[in-house]
């Protein structure tokens, strides 16, 4: 998807360097440097970017690679009641259109999990 508009590439890094980093919290834990985007046309809501480090196929590298296929996690903290794209709401969520061809065995699918408090 690296030649889209809204590939992970292009929306997160500048040449492969996380363009924006924050801190945020999850499950009660806290995410450090998590790299970050705006989720639509303004900073009210933004989305941030993980992958799952348990399917580090290589085991050593800990870091994204495309061999290994992690599962990528699109994050959004909660700012209530703010000024979104199509009113106001509490968060709002980023993806690439094309994500559901990153797993070759399901493009047809993309799953979504929420946690809200």
């Given at each position: 998807m690296g030649s889209f508009e809204d590939s992970v590439y292009s929306i997160?890094?500048?040449s492969g360097t996380p363009k924006y980093v924050h801190n945020i919290y999850s499950f009660g834990h806290l995410i450090q440097q998590v790299?970050?985007?705006?989720?639509?046309?303004n900073s009210n809501f933004v989305t941030g970017?993980?992958?799952d480090f348990s399917d580090d196929t290589n085991g050593s590298s800990g870091e994204f690679d495309l061999a290994d296929k992690e599962d990528l996690i699109f994050i959004s903290p909660i700012n209530k009641q703010s000024s979104g794209t199509y009113g106001?709401?509490?968060?709002?969520l980023r993806v690439?259109?094309?994500?559901r061809e990153y797993n070759s065995e399901d493009t047809k699918t993309a799953a979504f999990y929420v946690e809200i408090f």
């Amino acid at each position: 998807m690296g030649s889209f508009e809204d590939s992970v590439y292009s929306i997160y890094t500048n040449s492969g360097t996380p363009k924006y980093v924050h801190n945020i919290y999850s499950f009660g834990h806290l995410i450090q440097q998590v790299p970050i985007t705006n989720s639509t046309n303004n900073s009210n809501f933004v989305t941030g970017i993980l992958w799952d480090f348990s399917d580090d196929t290589n085991g050593s590298s800990g870091e994204f690679d495309l061999a290994d296929k992690e599962d990528l996690i699109f994050i959004s903290p909660i700012n209530k009641q703010s000024s979104g794209t199509y009113g106001n709401y509490d968060y709002e969520l980023r993806v690439p259109a094309r994500l559901r061809e990153y797993n070759s065995e399901d493009t047809k699918t993309a799953a979504f999990y929420v946690e809200i408090f």
